[in-house]
Nanobody, 115 residues
């Protein structure tokens, strides 16, 4: 089973920034589309951003212009740089590795944005 280890969540004021990191194995990193999802209390999990192994990007409308996803092939790590954070960005953020036949998830990291 793929292992995804996240870090970087925390408490930040509105307008602030955070950078999330997710490290996985080289095998998974080399073939998967990697992404970040989030789930706020009482809401469904939703995609925030994805990056394919070839670098194609996808952002949710709410993330465009504020968030940037990137991947480091040396560190087998995917990042989510979040800027201009808003209280509505408060959620548990999950790293995802989408493989041909399965999805793997990280344990989640809490992001809380105070107004």
């Amino acid at each position: 089973q793929a292992q995804l280890v996240e870090s970087g969540g925390g408490l930040v004021q509105s307008g602030g920034s955070l950078k999330l990191s997710c490290t996985t194995s080289a095998r998974i990193f080399g073939v998967a589309t990697l992404g970040w999802y989030r789930q706020a209390p009482g809401k469904q999990r939703e995609v925030v951003a994805r990056i394919s192994r070839l670098g194609s990007l996808h952002y949710a409308e709410s993330a465009k212009g504020r968030f940037a996803i990137s991947r480091d092939s040396v560190k087998n790590t995917v990042y989510l740089q979040m800027s201009d954070l808003k209280p509505e960005d408060t959620a548990v953020y999950y790293c995802n590795a989408h493989l041909q036949n399965a999805d793997a998830w990280g344990q989640g990291t809490q992001v809380t944005v105070s107004s």
